[in-house]
């Protein structure tokens, strides 16, 4: 352990409060606990000044994971270095650069799973499926709900605050940067999978399907037919207008305005009336005004007549699908159109997925599942940030996507509002009383 590690065990001495999640449900309770110490080479020990409140922290509170192991919740939590282990100094030069740049008191980001930065998985973008991943706030890894929390193989994990702000600083808010731990990254990784799929690359490069595969002679075919402006009309859905329903719905217009030449319409649909209200009020913020309106917020009657209308019931290009659960599913099996592309973020669960190989056999649908590569979106995602504050960057006001900021204490009663759907999302300051 170096002299860093050292000034760690001074302060690992102390306790430190943490929210912690008590088998089978629903009891949350704020504790003492000791305090992380570094226990391997490449951790580091963080001091934790934002976590976050997530709809997935309600899978266990509801007793949905069925671990008998009482743990301190939280994946998402922004803060500063207060150790580091012997793997961090300026000789660590082969390996990710926070190795070797690393330094007590840097301000960090912390994507909600650990990645390596160096195992094949890492080094190919797909850092959500690294080998030594692990989900902070789980029994294996304790969480950010936390005043210290340990970051292990924290060179390839952690994203530090100065290389967004460095590069520029426009009034950035710091409750922003805590959405990098996760739901924004989240929202971009809907998006791009969606839009960067080969069935919709093409299309929206203006050419006829496959001309963006990957066999050089096809590609260069000159023969490949342009398409028309009127075969260059989009219609895209994001199902599920939660935090991250907005990160995605954000995402998707910021990526869509970024296409020459093409139309595009894009329905946002939730069946609760106070996150249709929010996201009005994010659209407002958000889309110039344009006849018709680019994007429109509905219920799932509504959103489903909205794609008839507007596709003459073709349905959908591809669905972004950001609330894992099976309804939702087949709710974006239903609209979306042959050859169309489901791209789903949520969470889900053991039940099997509601489709037979006929259903998606007679519709040639793609699906894309599974967690977001953090790491490997975050570059996006903090160019997005800096460039939505006026979304991203406010608290507690109509188009802000953080409630409000809170103390543990208050802990108990915000998981049960939460839960019933009572409150957008939450930060928790750790050191407020
Ligand atoms: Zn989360
Ligand atoms: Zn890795």
Known sequence: MTAMGTDLGREATGDQRAVRFYPPAYDIRVETVSMPVIVDPDDAVIKVTLAGLCGSDLHAYRGHEEVDVVRTCGHEFIGEVVALGSSFNPNASERPLLYSTLKIGDRVVSPFTVSCGECHFCRLGFSSRCVFSALFGTPDLPGGQAQ?????????????????????????????????????PTGVFAALQALQHPKITSLLCGKQYPHHGFV??????????????????????????????ICALVSLLDMLGDVPAINYRVVAIDPVASRREKVKSVLAVLTPIATPPRAVVADIEEGKQLVKDWTDDVGCNAVLEVVGNNSALLLAYEIVRPFGVISSVGVHQAPPVPFTGRDVYKKNVSFDFGRCPVRAMLPIAAALLLKRQDVFGGVGEP???????????????????????????????????
């Not at 342009?226 to 599920?240: E, M, P, Q, Y």
Request: net charge negative; aromatic share 10%.
């Open 216 to 245: 050089p002679r096809y590609v260069q075919l000159e023969t490949t037919p342009n398409l028309s402006f009127d075969d260059r009309n989009f219609t895209f859905a994001v199902v599920g207008l939660g935090p991250v329903g």
């Open 399 to 433: 188009a802000s996507l953080i409630d409000r900021i809170a103390s543990f204490n208050d802990a108990v009663a915000i998981y049960e509002v939460f839960d019933k759907g009572g409150c957008g999302k939450i930060l928790f300051d750790p050191w407020k009383n």
């Open 148 to 184: 210290f929390v340990r970051v292990p193989k924290a060179g390839g994990t952690l994203f530090k605050v100065e290389n967004i702000t460095s590069v520029l600083h426009s009034g950035l808010s710091d409750s922003s940067l805590l959405l990098l731990a996760d739901i924004l």
